[in-house]
């Protein structure tokens, strides 16, 4: 069975920190791993996806993340952090075959501090 | 393209009404999911379907239940509503030759 944990429900950075959010998954299998943003009252937005091409993937807004097999981790890191990345981020894993179930995590809330 | 779209966004239902609530692609995905979101328990897949005409139980199906009649439509069924399936519930879909779901705005429903 494949899952997923997210350390950290909040995590709290000054303006122009760097951004770490932390994520281990657990799969039988290499599996596709996925980082989404949702922003207060809406849905779920992409912003990046591992999909076993290159293990550093580059996403929207600036941010990416690390697939490392050792580790069994997919960390999202930005540089510098902005106001606007203030949201609730959502770490999630797809196996490759099956009915492409997808597990998400229980999510980190981003809060920048200016 | 519409996307993803769900109806109603809000809703308020007293305990023991039912309701439906439809989530419609435009994008002839052939996998649909039912989610519900809850303060630090993330996204729990409640119904998910693989095609028209059949569906799955998730996670969490207790208290649901959904249809896929047509390939664009999955409707998600609440008969008797219970003060615990106050949350807020996301469609998504997928398709065979992609990566990522894509998901709906939401429905915010408050079960009293």
């Known amino acids: 069975a494949q899952s997923v944990t997210q350390l950290g429900s909040h995590v709290s950075v000054s303006e122009g920190a760097l951004v770490l959010l932390r994520c281990n998954y657990s799969?039988?299998?290499?599996?596709?791993l996925f980082w989404y943003v949702q922003y207060p009252n809406q849905g779920l937005q992409l912003l990046l996806k591992?999909?076993?091409?290159?293990?550093l993937v580059k996403g929207i807004n600036g941010f990416e993340a690390e697939f490392k097999k050792s580790e069994t981790s997919f960390h999202l890191t930005k540089p510098s952090a902005h106001m606007s990345d203030a949201a609730e981020y959502f770490c999630?894993?797809?196996?490759?075959?099956?009915?492409?179930?997808?597990?998400f995590g229980t999510g980190t809330k981003l809060q920048v501090i200016p | 393209n519409a996307g993803v779209t769900q109806t109603p966004k809000f809703r308020v239902l007293k305990t023991g009404q039912s309701m439906t609530l439809l989530c419609a692609q435009d994008?002839?995905?052939?996998?649909m999911y039912w989610y519900r979101q809850d303060p630090g328990m993330g996204l729990r897949l409640i119904h998910y379907?693989?095609?028209?005409?059949?569906?799955a139980k998730g996670e969490v199906p207790d208290g649901y239940n959904v249809s896929r009649l047509k390939k664009q439509n999955f409707l998600l069924g609440l008969e008797s509503a219970a003060p615990s399936q106050t949350s807020v519930y996301f469609c998504?879909?997928?398709?065979?030759?992609?990566?990522?779901?894509?998901f709906g705005p939401g429905t915010r429903l408050t079960v009293t």
């Open positions: 999630a894993v797809r196996g490759r075959t099956g009915y492409q179930k997808v597990t």
């Open positions: 799969s039988s299998v290499p599996p596709y």
């Open positions: 591992y999909t076993s091409a290159a293990t």
């Open positions: 994008m002839n995905h052939e996998y």
């Open positions: 379907s693989v095609g028209e005409g059949t569906t």
């Open positions: 998504a879909s997928l398709t065979g030759g992609s990566y990522e779901q894509y």
